[in-house]
């Protein structure tokens, strides 16, 4: 039986991560226009906004950011373990930039996943505005976030991803692998790094690899290809010419969307953006 995503928009449950560019606020925008389908792919989750915020029977969610997949797979497996490990991080003792020093250090070289995962939400909650970023070496380089106060342990949060998660299927891979495992009766939900605005440049830093052009290219032709296949593809970007552009051809739906990443407050605010949807 296919499902309408609709029916949970209204009260999704709540992404336990910070991630730039999730859609937490714009979530009744892009919800109330996913096709009907039995099940969701998403070949960049991210903060997993629309994977909680949706009501399809199934969901292959996919990211090329290993240590998010990893975390993923921890709470959907083993969440009081993770909760366990994870919430002695969110202690004020760890509220300081020698000790988050300390723990991107070990995270970088960690070989356990369970403590990986729990690392990764600590740098992620004291980090700077949220923000997964790495060098060309893949090491993540975040620079502490000077939090006023310890950030809250998202206990209730994890416990509902992980109750979600019994119902997907997550993977770290390449968005085409995600993509072409679509079949007849899947709909695709792409979140990709955004392209750059008419007026100024996105931030694309989620991994080592660079997002460019040519992969905006072959994401926009694949999602053609799967329209064609009967596989309904749903795009998200800057509301901006060259989306448009790229997006010939699709049904475009503008809307509005708030962006605090700068560091500057005056660089903040609403920024348009789009949601292409191949048929």
């Not at 999704?12 to 892009?30: M, Q, S, Y």
């Not at 290993?66 to 004020?92: G, K, N, Q, T």
């Not at 695709?188 to 991994?207: E, H, I, L, M, N």
């Not at 329209?227 to 809307?255: K, M, R, W």
């Amino acid at each position: 039986m296919q499902k309408h995503p609709i029916s949970q928009a209204t009260s999704p449950r709540r992404p336990f991560l910070k991630w730039v560019g999730g859609k937490t606020r714009v979530l009744p925008h892009v919800v109330s226009l996913l096709p009907r389908g039995r099940r969701l792919l998403e070949p960049f989750v991210g903060g997993g906004a629309i994977f909680l915020g949706t009501d399809y029977e199934e969901y292959l969610l996919g990211d090329s950011n290993s240590h998010l997949v990893e975390l993923y797979r921890e709470v959907a497996a083993r969440p009081h373990e993770f909760i366990e490990v994870a919430e002695p991080f969110f202690d004020e003792s760890y509220r300081s930039q020698e000790r988050y020093q300390e723990v991107r250090a070990s995270f970088n070289t960690e070989s356990s996943g369970m403590l990986r995962a729990a690392q990764f939400l600590y740098l992620n909650k004291h980090g700077f505005n949220g923000l997964c970023r790495y060098n060309k070496r893949g090491m993540f380089n975040v620079p502490y976030g000077r939090p006023s106060r310890s950030p809250k342990f998202p206990v209730e949060e994890i416990l509902a991803f992980h109750e979600k998660a019994q119902r997907a299927t997550f993977v770290s891979d390449d968005f085409v692998w995600v993509m072409r495992s679509a079949m007849p009766g899947d709909v695709v939900y792409a979140d990709p790094p955004y392209c750059d605005r008419d007026d100024a440049a996105s931030f694309t830093g989620y991994g080592a690899a660079v997002f460019g052009m040519e992969r905006q290219l072959e994401l926009a032709q694949l999602a053609r290809e799967l329209a064609g296949q009967g596989i309904p593809v749903a795009i998200s970007n800057h509301d901006c010419e060259f989306a448009h552009q790229l997006y010939a051809g699709a049904e475009i739906h503008t809307y509005s969307a708030r962006r605090s990443v700068s560091a500057a407050s005056d660089k903040r605010g609403d920024v348009g953006e789009l949601l292409a949807i191949f048929r």
